[in-house]
């Protein structure tokens, strides 16, 4: 394995959720996900609420990130995101409560254009954190 790493900023609007040091990171990239190592080719890719994952040295971070986009360059990934929870920090009755709430709206008939579209925003983003914060304690695949 190389010596290597990548630098990685994971930044919204409100702070700076993360800064360090990986080995790899997947990105949930509007086209799927993307996986980038050391020496990644440089790129600009728009997100999707999706789950970023941060690998270092055999251990796994997770966040909840609800959209934005990243920088590749020179072994450093800017991740700019509208929000990013880290896994261990996502509140499962808060985020159902949310999931709930946004279905409600949902059902509602004839919603206007914004309305419905935040609706599904915010359904989005609770999915995502709880599916987030299911994946929490799971190991690497191949580690034990």
Not at 76 to 99: C, G, H, P, V, Y
Not at 129 to 137: F, Q
Request: hydrophobic fraction near 45%.
């Amino acid at each position: 394995m190389s010596d290597r790493t990548l630098f990685l900023e994971l930044v919204t609007p409100e702070r700076m959720a993360s800064q360090g040091r990986a080995d790899f990171v997947v990105l949930p990239a509007i086209e799927g996900e993307m996986g980038v190592l050391p020496r990644h080719q440089s790129f600009l890719v728009q997100l999707k609420a999706g789950e970023v994952r941060i690998t270092e040295n055999g251990q796994l971070r997770r966040f909840a990130v609800s959209g934005g986009f990243a920088e590749i360059k020179d072994d450093k990934i800017s991740l700019f995101a509208e929000t990013a929870e880290m896994a261990e920090q996502i509140d499962r009755e808060r985020a159902e409560q949310a999931l709930e709430r946004a279905r409600a709206e949902l059902v509602q008939k004839n919603l206007d254009p914004v309305t419905l579209a935040a609706a599904e925003a915010a359904e989005r983003r609770a999915r995502v954190r709880l599916m987030v914060a299911a994946r929490k304690r799971a190991p690497l695949r191949g580690r034990d």
